[in-house]
């Protein structure tokens, strides 16, 4: 069973930064694809970052030049850097990998943008 740990989620001011990181059981390079989700209170589950197998990154248009998704294979490890935050991007941000047809997720972490 594939076990996605994601940590580094907190408390920052607006203007501030913080990096997710999800660690993963396996190979991340077994996974077609790996990305960040986000969830606000009230609101749908969203997009924020996906990398592929390849290294082809996809970001939804909201956090396009604030936010960097990349990976490390050896630390089995993608990370979600935040910069520039805003209230907006306060949510339960979620790591997901895709293998084939099969979707695995992680219990999400806390990112709260508050002065």
């Known amino acids: 069973q594939v076990q996605l740990v994601e940590s580094g989620g907190g408390l920052v001011q607006p203007g501030g930064s913080l990096r997710l990181s999800c660690v993963a059981s396996?190979?991340?390079?077994?996974?077609?694809?790996m990305g960040w989700y986000r969830q606000a209170p009230g609101k749908q589950r969203e997009l924020v970052a996906t990398?592929?197998?390849?290294?082809?990154?996809n970001y939804a248009d909201s956090v396009k030049g604030r936010f960097t998704i990349y990976r490390d294979g050896a630390e089995k490890t993608v990370w979600l850097q935040m910069n520039s935050l805003s209230p907006d991007d306060t949510a339960v941000y979620y790591c997901k990998a895709q293998i084939l047809q099969r979707n695995y997720w992680g219990q999400g972490t806390q990112a709260t943008v508050s002065s």
């Open positions: 396996e190979n991340i390079f077994n996974f077609n694809i």
């Open positions: 990398i592929n197998v390849g290294g082809i990154t």
